[in-house]
């Protein structure tokens, strides 16, 4: 016998299926959006089809944003000739909120996986290296220092080696395994201004 009717396993399903949300989460926040007042599950639902519309990945850094060039890349104040590749938009964001770095981005959106069957081309490494043929003195590999973002890390700086370009990896003050999102600014910055070249 189902336990609720087959509207609400709908929704509970749904929930289910975002990253970190368990079966008694989804649960939970399906019943509180029952009990919302249809004004605000409808503000919801509208703010979530209106990102999944506008927004897009940037021509330039390939991060998430709303017009063609995302803000960093479009802002004259922003050393474009340093470019820091991260794996997701998220990392870039935990970078930003340090306020100190005054370079652009690359996001690559992912990482080399052979586990999980994740080559150079599933990720926006093609697009690096077409950035790499303009005027470029650094570029910083921030990946994640997983397995995967270690792998890609190498990676890069192999393919970038023969441009004679500049390659640096950040510190190791971020530590194994780290998502780059979770970890304080400071840890950060310091990981930024420790970086070795490769
Ligand atoms: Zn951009």
Redo the contacts with the bound molecule.
């Keep these: 016998m189902e336990l609720y009717s087959s509207k609400i396993n709908k929704l509970i399903e749904e929930l289910a299926a975002l990253p970190g949300i368990g079966a008694k989460s989804a649960a939970r926040l399906a019943f509180y959006l029952i009990n919302e007042p249809e004004e605000h599950v409808k503000r919801l639902s509208e703010a979530m089809m209106d990102a999944k519309r506008s927004i897009h990945y940037?021509k330039?850094?390939?991060?998430l944003?709303d017009s063609e060039?995302?803000p960093?890349?479009s802002s004259p104040k922003r050393d474009h000739e340093v470019i820091m590749v991260v794996e997701t938009t998220r990392d870039l964001a935990a970078y930003e909120r340090t306020g100190k770095y005054e370079g652009?981005?690359h996001v690559l959106h992912g990482a080399i996986s052979p586990m999980l069957g994740i080559g150079p081309g599933d990720i926006r490494l093609k697009e690096l290296m077409k950035r790499l043929e303009g005027n470029v003195k650094e570029v910083i590999i921030a990946t994640n220092s997983s397995l995967e973002g270690e792998t890609t890390a190498m990676y890069i700086s192999k393919l970038i080696k023969p441009a004679g370009i500049k390659c640096t990896r950040i510190a190791s003050g971020v530590p194994v395994g780290g998502d780059l999102e979770n970890i304080d600014e400071v840890t950060l910055l310091r990981a930024l201004e420790g970086r070795v070249q490769l």
Excluded: A, N
Aim: charged residues 10%.
């Design positions: 940037c330039e850094c390939y991060t944003t060039l995302c960093i890349c652009v981005y």
